[in-house]
């Protein structure tokens, strides 16, 4: 299996010893890899750790946004994001490499010794464009996810849908205290207003593969034919959308990201 490893980089320099164990595990379990990371807006020496890490190596490559103007922080991800896409394009890597492994390299990945299994899992079926992980405890990530499953229901914006609720401070209390809901009718959404952590549940290993629309939650392997010319856009809510949008996605229960 030849892979690209890619992902955007901000502030990670606390966690570089363990990412690059988890890399290096991942490097190890396929048949040939290039590995892209593009860094932005970092205020630690998170550069100069992927700079000597990388050291003229050929399969690793490191590119610096600089710092990013944009206030926005999905629009600052989506530009990182694109700009290993358009690496890949513009290099033709999609000719030497199937497959893109995107991963989060901050403290989130945490990549098992059986990576080559879990790795492997992914192709007990075939109809598909983009494979998500798993965590071994929670599944977190439900900005990035859209599903209908029974045992990860999700298929609304759920930070967006916070962003719309007016808050207020107490000048007593120093609490924040609701003073205005949007009106939601959706059921789920509902719900998710009064308890948050409904939707945050733990996928048993051995549960398969959960139909979605997108995911992330650390990491997702993509078949480089699939997401050719795909770019990713921040203006709105989550960058994965996008990106995600027509592809045929699954979560893969037994692919862990950390």
């Known amino acids: 299996m030849k892979v690209i490893i890619a992902g955007a980089a901000r502030d990670i320099e606390k966690y570089w010893e363990n990412t690059k164990v988890s890399l290096d595990i991942i490097f190890k379990s396929v048949e040939d890899y290039f590995c892209i990371i593009v860094e ?3 205020s630690d020496n998170t550069l100069k750790c992927l700079n000597n890490w990388a050291n003229n190596d050929p399969k690793k490559v490191i590119i610096s946004l600089g710092k990013q103007e944009s206030p926005i922080r999905t629009q600052r991800i989506a530009a990182a994001r694109n700009t290993y896409m358009n690496y890949i394009n513009n290099n033709k890597l999609c000719d030497k490499y199937d497959y893109l492994l995107v991963v989060d390299l901050d403290d989130v990945l945490n990549i098992e010794s059986n990576f080559k299994e879990q790795l492997n899992s992914c192709f007990k079926i075939t109809d598909w464009d983009a494979m998500a992980s798993n965590r071994k405890d929670k599944y977190y990530d439900i900005w990035a996810l859209r599903s209908e499953s029974e045992i990860l229901f999700c298929d609304f914006d759920c930070i967006n849908i ?18 205005k809901k949007v009106r939601v009718d959706e059921p789920n959404v509902k719900r998710y207003l009064d308890d948050p952590s409904i939707l945050i549940k733990n996928i048993p290993r051995d549960y398969g593969f959960i139909p979605c629309t997108s995911a992330f939650c650390g990491m997702v392997l ?21 990106f995600h949008k027509d592809l045929k996605m699954f979560i893969n229960s037994e692919f862990i990201s950390g």
């Open 40 to 42: 932005s807006n970092s």
């Open 162 to 179: 916070n962003y719309n609720i007016i808050r207020i401070k107490s000048p007593h209390t120093k609490n924040t205290i609701i003073i």
């Open 222 to 242: 993509y078949k480089l034919n699939s997401i050719k010319n795909k770019l990713y856009n921040g203006d709105i809510t989550c960058e994965h959308l996008a």
